[in-house]
């Protein structure tokens, strides 16, 4: 009975460890069955075999009677229930991003430090000082242009309040003159002094004439004429004062009004200056250019002093404060000088209402004033000499203005060729429309994923470049910004987003710029251009679902990398020009020339030099590379590659199973334990089941590609 206990528990052992071979056996068989099209991308996934099938099969042969003859079986070994459940669809997210990590983590690292960081690393210090200087005098500039504007323009209010004054002064007195000389009535007074000095000549005709019958006057026509003169010159005086009056009380308080808010401005410029030197972004940049990478990087330009000085000087385009007070109190001037103009008119016209009515009106003093406070005005306001403080404001104005006639030039230039990129993106725009139907496809593909992993959706950004110089050269350097934030993010902790990128570049295919090119001008064939699988990884950096929208955002951002880089070279090239503005335009004219000129190169050489002072290749898909980095949207990239595999394929990722789970109820008859414990009173103490004298035992796998 002893040795028949051991032998039926050397059974029972040999039995579970069997059973254990067994059922892993069976489910890695079920798994083998993975699908051979997801392989060409680097995948596994449960193919279209039944998998109960083949479990069964290969349960079933490892049971079966051996050939040999006579031979004794130790272990009858059947299969009682089996089960076997499907799970971890591909399209998940975190079963996509796990095996995009199998597949890429011994290439991915290695890829990407040795082709991009230590390309980017020499030029991380000059892009920096360029990101930095742009940034500021970007914001200094259309400051400095608002305030300047603002200036004119309350100098504009001031020109246009005195010149409603100049037709006063010959309404008065033509020429002027101190004195004022009796005259005989001869014309129609034309002007106040006339009238004042014919005044005596017309008393003494009109008292001559008084008295007379009608018909016996003799200076009717004379004093008529003079009445007529006399009531023109006043009435002209009046429609003269009354706008003057409106209108210095309106221009004028505008010009103050103006004045103060180009002061603010000129306050914020000085604090855009002051904050100007804390620069989040600047860490990005210190990151990479400070990491300790395998491989040899070139040497680096070391040009980041340059655009450093330049933006040390910006606080020369601030305004001295004394020159809004300077501004202030000429406007404040005018006001006053105009109030005694219209005081001195006003009792003027108030005399040549009198003369006519009144003998003895002392109209000559009342002229003489007159004339001299206006001619006072109009020298200060109006006529052009050393005293006309309106001028002097424009003289100072234009003394801080060495350059921007320079600048505007500059600026004109950098606009036209824009226009001219802009010119060619609106082109590409309106690209082919082949390929519609497949990217209607995809589209519906590519929602099913991100319905399936109950993700929202995100319209993609259209294509721009920028018409204003500023705000494009701006943009670039924005774009540099979140490069070298992707690519310090991506040293600190080589991540998920490393990983897909890499997988993206590895797998799928990306147009060839050359032939977008030769399109362009007109040689190319469009429908080889705008075919969905010759933009693969455009549309994962960008998910346009149509030809054209993927190739120009591509295309406009290629030509922001190169602006970027350009102009961070003509910052250093026209450093010494003086003012930062002059650089700042002088700069993005050269970014825009060069970039442009790039643009070509890529086209026809297939690669352009990384900037003058590295001279480093990079090509289309190092672009791309760049730009994966830039859009670090995970989520909807792996949506986007997911869709793009379902169509490739022809196998839907969100239905395709990556995991296997398994369980397995076998028995066999146990020899001598039943009756041994029968016969002794005993009580079989295994957890496992024991019927009919079989013990049954459940054993679970898992498999999981």
């Known amino acids: 009975m002893f040795v028949a206990v051991f032998i039926d528990y050397a059974r029972i052992a040999a039995f579970k460890v069997q059973a254990e071979r067994m059922t892993h056996a069976a489910l890695r068989s079920v798994m083998s069955a993975y699908d051979p099209s997801l392989r060409e991308y ?13 479990m069964a099969k290969v349960l079933n042969d490892s049971v079966k009677p051996s050939a040999v003859k006579d031979g004794f079986t130790i272990l009858d070994i059947q299969w009682d229930t089996t089960s076997l459940s499907m799970d971890r669809q591909l399209g998940k997210y975190e079963i996509f991003n796990r095996q995009i990590q199998e597949d890429m983590k011994y290439r991915a690292p290695v890829d990407f430090t040795l082709e991009v960081v230590n390309r980017f690393k020499p030029m991380s210090e000059d892009l920096k000082e360029a990101a930095h200087t742009v940034d500021l005098l970007k914001k200094l500039q259309k400051l400095y242009d608002k305030r300047e504007k603002l200036l004119d323009e309350a100098i504009e209010n001031q020109t246009e309040a005195a010149e409603k004054l100049i037709n006063l002064p010959d309404l008065i007195m ?5 004195a004022i000389y009796d005259e005989m009535l001869r014309e129609a007074p034309e002007t106040a002094a006339e009238a004042a000095a014919r005044y005596a000549d017309y008393l003494n005709k009109k008292q001559i004439d008084e008295g007379l019958p009608f018909t016996q006057q003799m200076y009717i026509v004379e004093l008529g004429r003079y009445r007529t003169g006399v009531g023109k010159v006043a009435t002209g005086i009046s429609m003269t004062i009354q706008p003057a009056y409106q209108t210095h009380q309106t221009k004028l308080e505008e010009a103050h009004a103006k004045i103060e ?79 005694h103009v219209r005081a001195d008119s006003m009792e003027l016209n108030m005399q040549l209402h009198s003369v006519t009515a009144v003998n003895g009106v002392a109209i000559k003093p009342a002229v003489t004033q007159a004339s001299r406070t206006t001619e006072q005005y109009m020298d200060t306001y109006i006529r052009s000499g050393s005293s006309n403080v309106i001028m002097q404001s424009k003289k100072q104005l234009e003394e801080g203005r060495g350059s921007d006639a320079q600048r505007k030039a500059n600026d004109k230039e950098s606009k036209g060729k824009l226009k001219e990129v802009k010119r060619m993106l609106s082109q590409i725009e309106k690209g082919s429309s082949g390929s519609k139907e497949a990217f209607k496809q995809l589209e519906t593909y590519y929602n099913a994923n991100i319905s399936f992993n109950e993700t929202s959706r995100e319209e993609a950004k259209k294509a721009e470049i920028d018409g204003d110089p500023y705000d494009s050269g701006g943009n670039a350097m924005n774009g540099m910004d979140s490069l070298f934030g992707g690519m ?30 030769s399109w362009t001008e007109g040689s190319g064939d469009a429908g080889d251009v705008f075919k969905l699988e010759n933009q693969e990884l455009e549309y994962i950096v960008y998910g346009f679902h149509n030809p054209s929208g993927n190739i120009a955002v591509a295309y406009a951002e290629i030509f922001g990398m190169r602006l970027a880089i350009r102009t961070a070279e003509g910052l250093v090239k026209n450093s010494k020009l003086g003012n930062p503005l002059l650089v700042l335009s002088a700069a993005i004219l050269y970014g825009i020339t060069h970039a442009i000129a790039d643009m070509v190169t890529l086209a026809k050489e297939g690669s352009v030099e990384l900037s003058d002072y590295i001279k480093v290749k990079l090509t289309y898909r190092d672009h791309l590379r760049l730009f994966l980095l830039m859009h670090s949207n ?49 009580v079989l103490g295994s957890a496992d089941e024991v019927e009919n004298g079989r013990l049954f035992i459940d054993r679970k796998a898992d498999y999981s590609y």
Request: glycine share 8%; no cysteine; net charge negative.
């Open 42 to 54: 680097g995948l596994f996934a449960y193919g279209d075999s039944s998998s109960e099938a083949i």
């Open 174 to 178: 033509k020429p002027p003159s101190s």
């Open 261 to 339: 808010e180009a002061r603010q401005i000129n306050e914020e410029m000085k604090r855009v200056i002051a904050e100007g030197e804390n620069r989040s972004e600047n860490a990005s940049y210190d990151n990479v250019g400070n990491s300790s990478l395998p491989g040899a990087s070139p040497s680096s330009a070391g040009r980041g002093d340059e655009a450093r000085s330049t933006r040390s000087i910006a606080s020369e385009l601030v305004r001295a404060d004394s020159l809004f007070d300077q501004l202030n109190a000429r406007v404040r001037s005018q006001t006053s000088d105009f109030s």
């Open 488 to 517: 310090s993010g991506l040293l600190d902790s080589l991540g998920d987003e490393l990983f897909q990128n890499e997988y993206a570049l590895a797998y799928f295919n990306s147009m060839d710029f050359g032939q977008l090119f």
């Open 634 to 682: 995970n989520e909807r990239k792996m949506s986007r590659m997911l869709a793009l595999i379902r169509l490739n394929t022809g196998v839907n990722p969100d239905e395709k199973q990556t995991y296997a789970s398994s369980t397995i109820r076998s028995s066999i008859k146990l020899w001598f334990l039943p009756g041994v414990a029968k016969s002794i009173g005993a």
